[in-house]
């Protein structure tokens, strides 16, 4: 990676989008490689029902509902986020996050950039021809071979979480 910054300035549809196998649409906003590795952002487009293992992150990982409303769990507590909320888990605190509307937009910023990897492993471009299919074993083999995850625990929502 780079030492620092480039400029970066994209208008509305210029960012690449992906097909995440986890089950999200991803629009990559800034590569690590744009900010010498010093951070990731990208927007998540989400469905209903969509929910993550428990995991952890090398890097802190900032999460701001965009649209919609999720349950973020942290440490061990859920936290209902509706849109302009946010949720910030440091690096290596347990996290998972369900989605509780019929839909939801996340912007997530990894600090540093280091969990791109991971992101890039577990997803494709997207394209008209792109199927869209929930790969969890794809998403587990990035996870093992570039590392920016560490898979804890399945899901750990409740049939009486929020929502």
Known sequence: MESKATVIVRANGD??????????????LVRAEDTGGSY????????????TPLHTHPADE???VLEGSIVMHIDGVDHQLEAGGVALAPQ????????????????????PGCCQ????????????????VVDFDRVRSSGATN??????GPPPFHASSPG
């Not at 995440?20 to 990559?28: I, L, P, R, S």
């Open 40 to 51: 990731f952002l990208h927007e998540e487009a989400l469905d209903k029902g969509k929910m």
């Open 62 to 64: 900032t999460m701001f």
């Open 147 to 152: 590392g920016g995850i560490s898979f804890i």
């Open 92 to 111: 290596d605190v347990p996290h998972a996050f369900m989605v509780v509307s019929p839909t939801a937009r996340l912007l997530c910023l990894h600090t």
């Open 117 to 132: 990897s991971f992101y890039m492993g577990a997803s494709e471009p997207l394209t008209a021809d792109t199927e869209r």
């Open 15 to 28: 960012a690449e989008q992906r097909w995440f196998y986890g089950g999200a649409v991803h629009t990559w």
